[in-house]
């Protein structure tokens, strides 16, 4: 196991990961920018070195300035959290070369693989995971297009290579838009991605978005930590996630995770990762979607998540701990059946933003009052105190508040109990529109779709 474990990263997900480390016996090193001097996750850790001023690609993503921080810290482990360099393939493969310092992740090789939307979907293709009907080769020209709309109607998703997360995906909806949105998917792909190479795949209207999270040790052993339902975004951006996902029935919960359990062993891919699916939602359904449901495999997410503490609540696994222990070698020490499912969880994220000003975040204040909840089922992954300055250099995101219940209504109820008493003074969040969220009726319904805030529900209330 490991003495001295650094992790490459700042917040919440810092002192997560640095808690993880201390209930295993393992010392824990922290870096930090300029602007992160006072940070409560520099606060938390046994030393921290300086890696740079607050420009994150002159501090956190500089990869040499990580390397030599371990390198001065002794430190014989990497742990990247979410986000940063997480899924930087080149930089996993210098922890990799480094002398003495584990990556505590998926190799680069699988990250690699999996990072390359048409080979991913190869991949998954090859191991009788059910992928959106498209192509897994790049298309070029219009002509291609049209005769996929020929044979998969329309509207046609035209997807970047490269692409990911919110961005590099075109809808058409008729065979006159072929051009135009072909020749803007690549300009973007090209902008933003550096790649202009795009693929096909027929568009979903309705998806719920449920994820698999995975945990697979080098012996090859992988197990699924069942799904969570990541249906409610904005902009593609999450704001709550839960699980289990009220729109599954315990038949295709169990279909969608055997399909990540082949689709991961398939990429060779170990430690802890995600497989995203889309689920085609039946319109006007009453009641969780049964086996015959269509889903299918997105994109292989090749890091651990934001809401991964939706699933540690629901099974009781602790996925960090499980991810330190497998690069350390360790064999998985549960089998599939092992694994339950108790109750219902759900995550918000808190984030510095002025929900009443289109989300627009923070420019700065203090902490004058930071009152977190408490009490039974609720748990609080942050790093702040009060009287902290609000760090603006980098995501908005300042903690998330993860409620257990022992069902969904519960879930729900004791959400409201905790986000009431949940006080922060001296910066905006958008602690109100959880607040409204819990008691908007589609939500507690559970019927909205990845749509729902961008496109239907009335948030002047
Ligand atoms: N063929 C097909 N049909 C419908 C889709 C709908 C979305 C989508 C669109 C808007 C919000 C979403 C939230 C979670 C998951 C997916 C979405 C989507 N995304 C959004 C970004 C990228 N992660 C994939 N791909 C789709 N692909
Ligand atoms: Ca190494």
């Given at each position: 196991m490991f003495r001295k474990v650094l992790v490459a990263n700042r917040g919440e997900i810092a002192v997560r990961v640095m808690r993880a480390c201390k209930e295993l016996n393992i010392g824990t090193v922290a870096i930090y920018s300029d602007a992160d001097k006072n940070a409560g996750h520099v606060r938390y850790a046994d030393e921290a070195y300086n890696v740079g001023p607050a420009r994150a690609a002159d501090s956190y993503l500089d990869h040499e300035a990580v390397i030599e921080a371990a390198r001065k810290?002794?430190?014989?482990?990497?742990?990247?959290?979410?986000?940063?360099?997480?899924?930087?393939?080149?930089?996993?493969?210098?922890?990799?070369?480094?002398?003495?310092?584990?990556?505590?992740?998926?190799?680069?090789?699988?990250?690699?693989?999996?990072?390359?939307?048409?080979?991913?979907?190869?991949?998954?293709s090859e191991a009788d995971v059910p992928i959106v009907p498209g192509t897994t080769d790049p298309v070029t020209d219009p002509e291609e297009v049209k005769a996929f709309g020929?044979?998969?109607?329309?509207?046609?998703?035209?997807?970047?290579?490269?692409?990911?997360?919110?961005?590099?995906?075109k809808v058409v909806r008729s065979e006159e838009e072929v051009e135009d949105q072909l020749e803007s998917a690549k300009r973007e792909g090209e902008a933003y991605f550096d790649n202009d190479s795009v693929y096909l795949e027929r568009y979903l209207e309705q998806p719920r978005h449920i994820e698999v999270q995975i945990v697979a040790d080098e012996h090859g052993n992988v197990r699924h930590l069942g799904e969570r339902d990541c249906s409610l975004q904005r902009r593609h951006q999450k704001v709550i996630e839960e699980g289990p996902s009220a729109a599954l029935t315990d038949e295709l919960r169990e279909k969608i995770g055997e399909a990540a359990r082949r689709g991961v062993a398939a990429a060779d891919y170990t430690n802890a990762g995600t497989v995203e699916f889309l689920v085609e939602e039946e319109p006007g359904r009453d009641g969780p979607l049964g086996p015959d449901?269509?889903?299918?495999?997105?994109?292989?997410?090749?890091?651990?998540?934001?809401?991964?503490?939706?699933?540690?609540?629901?099974?009781g696994y602790d996925i960090v701990k499980r991810q330190i222990r497998i690069a350390a070698g360790e064999e998985i020490d549960f089998d599939q059946d092992d694994v339950e499912f108790d109750g219902h969880a759900i995550e918000f994220r808190i984030n510095a933003e002025n929900a009443a000003n289109d989300f627009a975040?923070?420019?700065?204040?203090?902490?004058?009052?930071?009152?977190?909840?408490?009490?039974?089922?609720?748990?609080?992954?942050?790093?702040?105190?009060?009287?902290?300055?609000?760090?603006?250099?980098?995501?908005?995101?300042?903690?998330?508040?993860?409620?257990?219940?022992?069902?969904?209504?519960?879930?729900?109820?004791?959400?409201?109990?905790?986000?009431?008493?949940?006080?922060?003074?001296?910066?905006?969040?958008?602690?109100?529109?959880?607040?409204?969220?819990?008691?908007?009726e589609e939500f507690v319904a559970s019927t909205h779709t990845t749509k729902y805030l961008d496109e239907e529900m009335d948030q002047s209330r």
């Open positions: 810290a002794d430190a014989d482990a990497i742990h990247p959290g979410y986000g940063f360099l997480a899924e930087n393939a080149e930089f996993a493969s210098k922890v990799e070369d480094a002398e003495g310092i584990t990556w505590i992740g998926p190799s680069s090789n699988a990250m690699e693989a999996l990072g390359e939307k048409t080979k991913a979907r190869s991949i998954m020929e044979e998969y109607g329309y509207p046609i998703a035209i997807k970047a290579e490269g692409g990911g997360g919110g961005r590099g995906m449901a269509n889903f299918y495999f997105l994109e292989v997410n090749t890091r651990i998540q934001v809401e991964h503490t939706v699933t540690e609540e629901i099974t975040p923070a420019t700065g204040g203090t902490l004058e009052t930071y009152d977190p909840p408490g009490g039974i089922g609720v748990r609080l992954d942050d790093a702040l105190r009060q009287g902290d300055d609000l760090v603006t250099d980098y995501d908005s995101m300042i903690a998330k508040l993860v409620v257990w219940g022992e069902d969904r209504d519960e879930c729900i109820e004791r959400s409201l109990r905790a986000l009431r008493e949940y006080d922060i003074e001296g910066i905006p969040t958008i602690i109100p529109f959880h607040r409204l969220m819990l008691t908007d």
